[in-house]
């Protein structure tokens, strides 16, 4: 099992910027991706950015390009995530996820961190 807790949400004015952490915990050393998600309200939930744990490849969704950075801290089992140029439809609540599989759906997730992106 890998336990993952998010941080660093909060509200925001359009324009600035948020640094979303991820801490893991437990199996970690299985662990082979871990990526960002975010669900708006009334919304399904939507990929925003992975990172490869082994070798930090990273794949970002169109609207996270050029304003996202995904990084991680293999030390501290600590992914991160930070936002630029925020705009409103960013707000959303985004979850952190792992996955042991090198394909398939992510196995573990985060309990979710809030962004509140004002006009």
């Known amino acids: 099992q890998v336990q993952l807790v998010e941080s660093g949400g909060g509200l925001v004015q359009a324009g600035g910027s948020l640094r979303l952490s991820c801490a893991a915990s437990?199996?970690?050393?299985?662990?082979?991706?871990m990526g960002w998600f975010r669900q708006a309200p009334g919304k399904e939930r939507e990929f925003v950015a992975a990172?490869?744990?082994?070798?930090?490849?990273?794949d970002y969704a169109d609207s996270a390009k050029g304003r996202f950075t995904i990084s991680r801290d293999n030390a501290k089992n600590t992914m991160y995530l930070q936002m630029n140029s925020l705009k409103p439809e960013d707000t959303a609540v985004y979850y952190c996820a792992a996955t042991v599989r090198i394909t398939g759906s992510y196995d573990y997730w985060g309990q979710g961190t809030e962004i509140t992106v004002s006009s």
């Open positions: 437990g199996r970690t050393f299985s662990v082979y991706r």
């Open positions: 990172i490869t744990w082994r070798n930090g490849n990273t």
